[in-house]
């Protein structure tokens, strides 16, 4: 008997017992499903390979689900249970569909695979240069003691498995041109005891270093493409006492893209800054160019009315200090039509600065914030707190569906966006800058105030994102 044979032999003798062993691990079913249902949002197109009964797949609630199983007795089940959600009966190394999927769920299957890598390679059948693969595999370091519970009795005996490393996983990835966005862990006590649940696994579990002894590695990838695309773009220059910085805005912004759109928005200046801007318009008839006040304050508000009225494939945000140079917005339109990321961000503190670009407090608060958003997001970012953000219309689209997860909390509108994409699973790619003094003006940030207001919205992502009650 083949290795596939012993596999498919077991799965169908297990089918009519599957319900019973997940009731009796129920809490680390939950687990599942509330991640997952965490990183994929409601009404997206979805299949699962092996996907036994469907309640994962069924959990995150697709507009169309798709469950491939080699067992039919599973099926059967699944079939009764979840009416609304399509079950195929294949065997995932060679399953084919003209469906292109938003998501590929792969949970607790990669160990039990014959050839993981022929299922990697088969994935690209139904995905998209956008498709997000989350994986969710079991910790090898935790064999011992999975296998004793499979010896007393807790839970299903599984026929022979591979461990994987979260570094086997990745290099399986990347020999079939996929690439790992980001890798999170959790779970460190595996059952539910109400007061034990918090300190294991909403605090500790989520601390860096003991997070490396969780249960479950949670990883999403993304396939390696960099197939250009030609996009319209609308660069969004929210303003306030900014009058002297408007014209070169155009001026030094080089022509990249199918179209481009400026949009100024004005933030109640005392400097005839709007009078500026409509000059400005008048002056560049070529260009095509917005000019519009904002309703409400502060650079989120206005950075959120820009976008509702762009009308373009790419957003693009350009501070109107331009102490992110604007010849250098090429690069972000670059990495983000290359596929090089999803949501790019830019990084000024490689280069050297100018003597007056950054002040010493906040060069130390950059770099404190970046830190702390690697590890809160799972992706590394050294800038956070750089104005220019890229990104396309149809992400942030669903970045603003999905922004009563966190509330309207970020007057600075950058948090929002870098929460919403990672929430998303958007790739976060950075672009190197140099960072120049202001040529006109003075800067409206206050470092304390200010600086108090970052760090109370970083803890409260922190609730919301990483230590998840």
Not at 326 to 342: I, Q, V
Not at 345 to 371: H, Q, S, T
Not at 383 to 409: P, Q, W
Request: positive net charge; glycine residues 6%.
């Amino acid at each position: 008997m083949t290795g596939k044979e012993i596999l498919h032999n077991y799965f169908e003798n297990l089918a009519s017992n599957r319900d019973k062993w997940k009731k009796r691990n129920r809490f680390y079913h939950k687990i599942l499903e509330k991640h997952f249902s965490f990183i994929i949002p409601e009404g997206a197109k979805v299949i699962e390979l092996g996907c036994g009964t469907g309640d994962l797949l069924n959990s995150v609630k697709p507009a169309i689900g798709v469950g491939v199983d080699f067992s039919e007795k599973i099926l059967e089940i699944a079939r009764q249970k979840h009416p609304n959600i399509q079950f195929v009966h294949a065997d995932i190394t060679d399953f084919s569909t003209d469906t292109k999927f938003d998501y590929v769920i792969i949970s607790d299957l990669l160990s039990s695979l014959w050839d993981i890598q022929a299922v990697l390679h088969n994935l690209r059948n139904f995905v998209t240069p956008r498709t997000k693969v989350v994986i969710s595999a079991y910790n090898y370091m935790w064999e011992p003691t999975l296998k004793f519970s499979e010896f007393i009795g807790i839970k299903a005996k599984q026929p022979l498995q591979s461990w994987l490393s979260i570094k086997d996983i990745e290099n399986l990835l990347e020999l079939e041109d996929f690439e790992i966005i980001k890798v999170e862990r959790k779970l460190l006590f595996p059952k539910y005891i109400p007061i034990i649940n918090f300190i294991f696994n909403v605090f500790l579990a989520n601390l860096p270093g003991i997070n490396r002894l969780n249960l479950v590695n949670f990883i999403s990838a993304m396939p390696r493409t960099q197939a250009e695309k030609n996009y319209s773009v609308s660069i969004v220059v929210p303003a306030r006492n900014e009058k002297g910085n408007i014209e070169n805005a155009i001026k030094k912004t080089p022509v990249f893209g199918s179209h481009q759109e400026f949009i100024f928005i004005e933030g109640h200046s005392q400097d005839n800054t709007y009078e500026e801007m409509l000059r400005v318009q008048k002056a560049y008839p070529d260009k095509d160019i917005k000019v519009i006040k904002q309703s409400g304050k502060g650079k989120g508000n206005a950075v959120r009315e820009a976008f509702d009225v762009a009308t373009s494939d790419i957003l693009m945000i350009l501070d109107a200090d331009l102490t992110t140079p604007p010849e250098d917005m090429h690069k972000f339109y670059y990495a983000l039509s290359h596929n090089h990321g999803e949501f790019i961000n830019g990084c000024r503190l490689v280069y050297p600065m100018d003597k007056e670009a950054m002040r010493f407090l906040n060069y130390l608060g950059n770099i404190f914030f970046g830190w702390f958003f690697s590890y809160l997001l799972g992706q590394r970012l050294k800038d956070t707190l750089c104005g220019t953000k890229v990104l396309l219309k149809k992400d942030y689209e669903l970045i603003k569906a999905n922004r009563k997860y966190f509330g309207d909390f970020d007057p600075f509108g950058d948090f929002d966006l870098l929460f919403g994409a990672a929430k998303l699973n958007l790739k976060i790619s950075e672009v190197i800058v140099r960072y120049r003094d202001r040529e006109y003006g003075s800067t409206q940030i206050s470092r304390f105030r200010h600086g108090w207001l970052l760090i109370r919205m970083s803890l409260f992502a922190a609730r919301k994102i990483k230590f998840i009650a």
